[in-house]
């Protein structure tokens, strides 16, 4: 019969059995515990509700800026744009026009408040199809800021030159040329030089309106169309007696085609653009060379953008 070790002797004898476990090293790293992807992407993701709203209009635009408006949607807009400018050279050209002919006579007032009323009219009216434009240097304007796109310049700006001259002809036909048909000349005291500077002035401060109620959209909105209609109609109040307050080449070119009087129509050709450059340099300066989201919804409308 074998006889056993005591219950105490067997515990020491595997004790001595079993070997050491090694000290932990400090000097090694614990490996990094491992995530799910799902986790991770949580970590990484920007805690600030503003951040992630930031993130959200840069990839809005940066999609905006690689999709093409289908052609319904340009040639939609193409015809807004017509159609506005006709109906504001009709208003802009009409007042003088009917006032030659001696069926009524508008006053001062009246022939400055009447374009800008019709102005944000047509902005509440026909802003989200194309902008509202209405006006080749606007155009211009925001594709120098790259908020529109060149390649669809050339059409807003035939768009615009033909609604002018839709509208030139009907006052033609309807009272024959009287009035130069409501042609924008100097002033009879004021030379070319003064009404060439003053044209460049007003138009500079409206790109400065329009500029400024586009980058501060979230405050100002739709109201937006109560400042542009308000310094139109501001400008020509404080200076149609020296220049005609066009700020507008197409609604100043478009009467002297028609009635054949092209005398003093470099100023309107020359004056605005100039004045639309130094806008855009202010700005520049002021602003820096990006641009807000809406900024480029304001120039292209909801539809193109």
């Known amino acids: 019969m074998t006889r056993h070790p005591p219950r105490r002797q067997r515990r020491a004898l595997r004790r001595e059995a079993t070997p050491a476990r090694a000290p932990l090293d400090p000097s090694r790293s614990v490996p990094p515990r491992r995530l799910p992807q799902s986790a991770a992407a949580a970590e990484r993701a920007p805690s600030s509700s503003a951040a992630s709203r930031d993130e959200g209009v840069a990839a809005r635009r940066a999609a905006a800026d690689g999709r093409s408006p289908s052609r319904v949607t340009v040639w939609r807009a193409t015809g807004a744009e017509c159609a506005g400018t006709l109906l504001l050279v009709l208003v802009a050209a009409g007042g003088p026009t009917i006032a030659a002919t001696g069926n009524g006579s508008p006053g001062r007032a009246a ?10 009219a047509l902005i509440y009216a026909l802003g989200a199809i194309s902008g509202a434009h209405f006006n080749p240097v606007v155009t211009l304007v925001f594709a120098a800021r790259r908020d529109f796109p060149w390649r669809l310049v050339p059409l807003y700006l035939g768009a615009q030159l033909l609604g002018a001259l839709v509208a030139s002809a009907f006052l033609m036909a309807m009272f024959g040329d009287v009035g130069h048909l409501g042609a924008t000349l100097p002033g009879p005291r004021a030379t070319d030089a003064q009404a060439l500077v003053m044209e ?42 020296i220049s005609g307050a066009s700020l507008n080449p197409a609604r100043s070119l478009a009467p002297a085609l028609v009635s054949g009087d092209l005398r003093d129509v470099w100023i309107y050709l020359v004056g605005p653009p100039a004045g639309a450059a130094a806008a855009v340099i202010g700005i520049r300066v002021l602003h820096g060379r990006s641009s807000p989201a809406s900024e480029r919804i304001a120039a292209l409308g909801d539809e193109l953008s």
């Open 111 to 120: 022939l400055a408040l009447a374009p800008g009323l019709t102005v944000t």
């Open 200 to 241: 460049a002035a007003l138009t500079s401060i409206l790109v400065l309106v329009i500029i400024g109620t586009a980058l501060g959209a979230r405050n100002v909105g739709h109201n937006s169309a109560l400042a542009v209609g308000g310094i139109i109609a501001a400008a020509g109040l404080f200076a149609g007696a």
